[in-house]
């Protein structure tokens, strides 16, 4: 069994700071890209930051030069620092990682931590 716990959601105001992280446990042979999914009411899933194996990142067009994503290879764990966060960017904030488990190759997502902008 494979499990990524998020943690560090909450409630800030507008220009304010968030710092998730998600660690990644279980039967887990080797671990690709890791990164972060939000999704707000009524809208599709997107695309917030991915790293990885190199350290390469990707950043959704929102997003570019407010957060950063960084990953700890040895304990299986990726973090995203957000910056000067907007109203826009309340949702709820998925880790997803794409690892080898065992038997194959999959796509594993946390439970969601809910991130809301509010002044």
């Known amino acids: 069994q494979v499990q990524l716990v998020e943690s560090g959601g909450g409630l800030v105001q507008p220009g304010g700071s968030l710092r998730l992280s998600c660690a990644a446990s279980?039967?887990?042979?080797?671990?690709?890209?890791m990164g972060w999914y939000r999704q707000a009411p009524e809208k599709e899933r997107e695309l917030v930051a991915v790293?990885?194996?190199?350290?390469?990142?990707y950043y959704g067009d929102s997003i570019k030069g407010r957060f950063t994503v960084s990953r700890d290879y040895a304990k299986n764990t990726v973090s995203l620092q957000m910056n000067s966060l907007k109203p826009e960017d309340t949702a709820v904030y998925y880790c997803?990682?794409?690892?080898?488990?065992?038997?194959?190759?999959?796509?594993?997502w946390g439970q969601g931590t809910q991130v809301t902008v509010s002044s």
């Open positions: 790293i990885t194996t190199d350290g390469t990142t």
């Open positions: 997803h990682a794409y690892l080898d488990d065992g038997g194959r190759w999959s796509a594993y």
């Open positions: 279980g039967s887990i042979i080797s671990i690709s890209n």
